[in-house]
């Protein structure tokens, strides 16, 4: 019953409430491909109501999920560092979003920063530019430059994470990115 439940509400990760004992039987019933999919586990009673279970649950995967955005902050600043498939701070990821490199663009929650527009191509920059390097266009100052930055990664099918909290990514300059290339 579960693999057709997981199936057909095309579930993507999975976390189990229950006892110790029943978690762990619960996991070895499940296919190996299901089994990758267990992002985290809570201890629960039987008898609990619909409510504790959602906030349990809520709670659990809101845990989860810090720690995964963390370990992409962690990875995105280590090849940064080395030269490889990220980049740290505005500048560099403003360059990778016009070049279409970005494949998981990392934000801190309240970052925001003006900077300046190409008119003709859109390119992003905090940068003061008399004439836009890709298409000679002109400028045009804007309030809103990471927000930009996240349309447009978007635009260009880049998985966008608004980091909450997260003091190595404030550190990096509030913004990182892992590439594609």
């Excluded at 996991?27 to 586990?41: A, D, F, N, R």
């Excluded at 560092?81 to 990821?93: E, H, N, P, Q």
Aim: with cysteine; hydrophobic share 40%.
């Amino acid at each position: 019953m579960a693999e057709s439940f997981f199936m057909h509400h095309h579930t993507r990760r999975i976390m189990i409430g229950g006892t110790d004992d029943n978690i762990a039987r619960f996991m070895t019933e499940l296919p190996k491909s299901w089994q990758s999919l267990i992002v985290g586990e809570f201890p629960m009673s039987m008898t609990a109501s619909r409510d504790e279970v959602l906030d349990k649950a809520t709670e659990e995967a809101l845990k989860t999920q810090k720690e995964v955005t963390g370990k992409l902050v962690e990875r995105a600043i280590t090849l940064a560092a080395k030269g490889s498939t990220g980049v740290i701070g505005l500048i560099d990821t403003l360059n990778a979003i016009h070049e279409g490199r970005v494949k998981t663009l990392l934000v801190s929650e309240e970052f925001e920063q003006e900077g300046y527009r190409c008119k003709g191509c859109g390119y992003l920059t905090t940068q003061v530019l008399q004439q836009c390097p890709f298409c000679s266009g002109e400028f045009e100052k804007i309030d809103t430059a990471v927000e930009m930055a996240v349309q447009e990664s978007l635009r260009k099918s880049a998985e966008v994470k608004v980091v909450q909290d997260n003091q190595q990514l404030k550190e990096a300059g509030q913004i990182a990115a892992l590439l594609r290339y």
